[in-house]
């Protein structure tokens, strides 16, 4: 009851954000945060993403007002997780990497002006010398990383972690050896699911 209750208050706040985008006299670019957070077998990017003002956004809403109310709230959940990640790239030594695991929740900003969508992304860490996690839309980017005591990421020689690095293309990570590589599953990554299947 409480979801449905909070579903239905998105959804009204997402309507009266879309009639009264228009009027309002300020615009707001969109903003991606990027964590970047290594462990010994893993890579888990936490993402969050809200939105520029202006039409864009009003035609993203728009795509997702056309689902059935009741795929309103996931449609919009799964065209803003589809933005959120659209310019970002994950690889080691050059090798792309794909999503093992992905969990996404909707919410509004502080204040309501501007729905944003919050993802947990997990990529397998296969062996190699340099991480590199890439955005085609650095304007709009801001990243950061944490070693989480893995021991896979030479500190010395990367760049400072725990401080935000706005308008980089890409943060590169040289890595070491995990000491228990071994016991990591297979790096092989499946096929990540479809944005509807999300969480």
């Given amino acids: 009851m409480i979801s449905c209750v909070r ?16 009027a309002w006299a300020h615009t707001f670019p969109a903003a991606r945060h990027v964590v970047v957070q290594v462990e010994s077998c893993e ?15 009003e035609a993203m809403l728009g795509r997702a007002a056309t689902a059935p109310k009741s795929r309103a709230l996931e449609a919009l959940k799964d065209l803003m997780a589809a933005f959120a990640m659209a310019p970002l790239t994950v ?40 991480l590199a996690v890439g955005t085609s839309d650095p304007r ?30 890409s943060m590169l990570l040289p890595l070491v050896a995990s000491p228990g590589a071994a016991s990591c599953a297979s790096t092989t990554s499946p096929s990540p699911p479809p944005f509807s299947s999300y969480r």
């Fill in 7 to 22: 579903g239905v208050a998105l959804a009204t706040a997402v309507a009266i954000w879309l009639a009264g985008g228009a």
């Fill in 43 to 57: 890579v888990v990017l936490l993402v969050g993403y809200r939105p520029g003002t202006g039409e864009p956004t």
């Fill in 140 to 169: 709009s980017t801001r990243i950061s990383w944490q070693d989480r005591g893995s021991r896979r990421v030479a500190i010395s020689e990367a760049p400072q972690q725990g401080k935000w690095y706005p308008g980089v293309a």
């Fill in 91 to 130: 690889s080691v030594d050059g090798q792309a990497v794909v999503p093992t695991k992905v969990r996404a929740k909707i919410g509004l900003e502080p204040g309501g002006a501007r729905p944003m969508v919050v993802l947990l992304v997990t990529y397998a860490l296969s062996p190699g010398k340099t």
